[in-house]
């Protein structure tokens, strides 16, 4: 059964810059601290001013304004540690000892962080003083080695961020960049992330993206962590994006706000014109524009809190559609330059010219010249509203709880702009919806502390055509026409019409095709694949933290977590096909769900008949329509895992944090699979299509802070990362995907010529649904086998770093990282594409071909006993296990980036603050990871990248994520004028290299980009690009706490819109294999393959004329501008 190679285009950025527990002795036990992903600590020592010992019995007093006042008293060393504090500025710390008492103010506590806050005490004060220190805590925590950045409220509002919720802050992290669906970290691919809101994991369960966009206003705090996390975290080989929202406190709070974003301070986007179509097509905003409120306060005082917050978002966007058609008037001079227009014959109205039958190419570029023919605006609007509630309440200060909602819908309406537009206007939604509920109790006296979390997190997806209108039409797509013929379907303007019309009345260029398409096609009819796909994650929690003095004092933290995950999507075709015209060979290419039956199947539930003539197979089979039982597919994945950590202090100064993580994914059939024969591979499906356990995943850090204040650390840390597999895999793999693809004689089978069509109209073909079709038939997808012993995808990190602060609140940092892929999962076919498998390539265990041999061997010799169904029981068992053996063959993946990264922390005191970071990086290999960059393909775990052994040459180098210099810089600083109010003034500044470009080709069975004709980024890179953005607002106190802000945003100030990714398909219309080693001038030498069977033949390649051309562009100049007043 051959794969169905389902290719998702990627999104262009719009931005730039998107151990053993050991004990010996006696053991006491203490008070249990540990800060969770939504709140974090303050811990310290208290010692004596002038001899510098320790102090036990100190007694500590937290207070805060959204949480009740917490005691802890210092033990024999001088430490103390309390936990459970909700992330934010202006928490109090008062010392109490004998008669001396001691306030440090204005400590803030960060999400999963430890802010150290240490005393001297002069024992000789004077009694029944308060001494009050207005000094602000290290932002160095000494107990971690995770690698990251936290931002707050005051980046958030002060800083430039270009979009309105917390993804597009998340490019502030040292070592991340946006990739075009999110973004990346540390060398992994940004479908490696997890995404926790309040706890709960909302990351996108079908692909890993970014499941919900909490606008920023709505946020207490992010935390990123882009590695070196310990055991508490799994399902990640990316980064970790940690998201606190708002909480009530005992006071009454909140803010009312207004942005928006107006076009004609806009700048107009530079057209990126393609070669292969007459149709270039770009989008400019018109506004956008969001206004909201969020309010929060107690309930009743000291026992029960609420925050509750609305924001609407709107937005309306032009794409200008703009015909254009090539000339031939022009000639290279004598001198290799283009004529002038002194000597040239252009424009068209000048009838002789230099015309020679060969369209104008700029010989400095070497891509055609074109001259506009017409343009047309298309308004499309979007909507999206954010409603978020919580209450948060305390039975007591020991136990505590949380209930969290938020609903987020959306919707809007754009085009298909390459073809008939009046058809294809598309209206899409999308409701997501997460629920959680949080308890923490601590008890024995405060020595053990026990936290449970659920959460729900949902989301709807639908796509249709606008109104519906065209839900029964199927999507054609013509391919290789021209675009003054396509005119005669009735869209297209006069102008454009009697433009590219070819040797038409008054055409100018005769001698050559004016409009014609290579490759992209003109989209006419209903909207293609339609959607109403839901996905769904139940989650729980428990940890538990206890603290233990044994040779030091040990915070020993364990816990297990369950999630079961389920997709609900629709699948099925506008209309029940889509349908390619391939006009310069008469052929049209229908494609159809289809599910296969039984042998023996009933007639009437299975009235079809499918074949696939390579394969010389033939079944019965239905046609998928909207309502049938199987266009529904009901995937589903079961994770848990569970973990021990233990973080040693043996002296305050010195930690040694290790841990292990257990994680196990049982992914299953969909469920009108289950228990069936899977009538391709005769195999019989239960309910796990594959188990992955033994997932081991130990970390180890060691950190020493030689100051002994909180204000230094130097750490090591190592760990494993586990791979969570999305569950696309569940849906194409496990859900019995089995696409029909028909290819009639569009002469003969498809009724008569359509002269708006310039050959048949395809849904001719379909009339008669029984038809077979002349040229050929094929199936795709199912029949998919698992290796047996497949083991899950991980990978290895090792950091070594330091940090100091070298002044108060100014720190430095310089840290190596390294991250290395050690397995993959990839499906892979031995067989020329006949057979799919699951597996790890490279590696198949040998005790598992010793036990299929077994299996062999048994059946072998009952079949030679005369057994019949043991003989086809051998011969199944033959045929894998040559297959299995054949998983060896392919390259094993490679994926390994280092990184260097110096940093600079300047917090907000005394009005400056200033972030920034340099990153030194690598990143090389032959994998890039789930994201299939350099075909745009998203199918994580079943890519094409793997799929055949013949495409695996070149394909080792720089991979689409090496960017080796990157630098980043955010700041502000804000002027106080007293009783006139407060300016401030901030920048976000990014420098980054380009990234490597690939000379791509296609391949006979897979299409476009599938081979790397050179070696992989061995030609050149895109351009090393700058951003700048700018800030400035002004706020004043109007009295009675409240305060309004005035403020602007200005982005992309440079205007570079730089190049963001290029076009590297070398060829569209020629197969062609890789060049083993080869270089640039290699390519004038290289020989089309056969479309048929793959063999080399004498005609040379069909060079794109779009190749290595600007494909995307970073954002242009634009400006926000809103006001905020908050009480």
Known sequence: MRKLHKVNRLLVAATLGASAFAGVGLIAIDDAHAQDATSGAISGVVTDQSTGDPLPGVTIVITGTTVASQTVITDENGYYKVSSLPPGGGYLVTFYYADITVERRGITVGINKTAPVYIKLDMNQAGGETIVVEDSAPTIDPTSTSQGITLDTEYLDKIPVPGRTFESALGAAAGSQGDGLGVAFSGSTSLENQYVVDGVNTTGLTYGTSGSPIINDFIEEIEVITGGYNAEYGRATGGVVNVVTKSGSNELAGSVWGYITPGFLIAARERTPTQATSIDAQTDTDYAFDFGFEVGGPIIKDKAWFWVGFAPQFGSATTTRTTKRRTDCRQVMSDGSLSTPADQRCPATIPDGFQDGVPDTDPATGFYIYEDLDTVKLKSKASAYSMLGKINFAVSPEHQGQVSVTVQPSSDNPFRTYGNVNEQ???????????????????????????????????????????????????????????????????????????????????????????????VGYAIGGPGSLADDTEQRLSLRLSGVQRVKAMGTHEIKAGIDGEDNTVDNLRVYSGDAFLQNLLDRAEVQAYRWVKLGPDNADPALFPNTCRDRGLDEEHACDFLSAGDAASRVTGETVNWSAYLRDSWQLRPNFTINAGVRYEEQRLRYAKFLRNSDDPLTGEHLGTNAMVLQNMWAPRLGVLYDWTKEGRS??????????????????????????????????????????PGIGGADGNGCLVDENQVPANNEVLFGSGVLVA????????????????????????????????????????????????????????????EEAALTGDYDRAKAACDGGDQAACDESTKLFDQLEQFKGIRIFDKPRRDYNALQMTVTRRFSKALYMQGSYTYSRAEGNFPGLISYDNGQVDPNISSQYDLIELLANRDGPLPQDRPHYIKLDGYYTFDFKKAGQATAGIRFRALSGTPVNVLGRHFRYGTGESFILPRGSIRRTDFDTGLDIHADYGRDLGKGVKIELFADLFSVFNTQGTFSVDENYTYLSNINPIVGGTYEDLVFAKQLDQGNGSETSSPVIRNPNFGNVAGRYSPFSARFGVRMSF
């Open 788 to 847: 047996p012993g497949i083991k899950p995808q991980y990978m290895d990190e090792v950091i070594f770093g330091v940090e100091y602060e070298v002044l108060e609140d100014l720190k430095i940092g310089l840290a190596y990282q390294n991250r290395k892929l050690g397995r993959v999962i990839e499906d892979v076919s031995t067989d020329g594409a006949q057979t799919y498998i699951i597996a790890n390539p490279g590696e198949w265990s040998q005790d």
């Open 713 to 754: 650390k130097i750490y090591a840390h190592w760990g494993r990362f586990y791979e969570s597999i999305p569950l696309d895999i569940n849906d194409r793999s496990f859900g019995g995907e089995v696409l029909y693809q028909q290819y009639f004689d569009a002469g003969s089978q498809c009724g008569g010529a359509n």
């Open 425 to 519: 206007q598309l209206q899409r939604s999308d409701l997501q919806t997460n629920a959680a509920v949080k308890w923490t109790s601590k008890f024995n006296d405060n020595k053990t502390e026990v936290e449970a979390v659920a959460g729900l997190f949902r989301d709807n997806f639908k796509f249709a055509s606008a109104g519906h209108a065209r839900d029964n039409m199927p999507l054609q797509v013509l391919y290789f026409g021209n675009l003054g013929t396509w005119s005669g379907l009735g869209y297209e303007s006069t102008a454009t019409r009697q433009g590219c019309t070819d040797n038409a009345g008054g055409d100018p260029y005769e001698f050559i095709e004016n409009c014609p398409d290579i490759g």
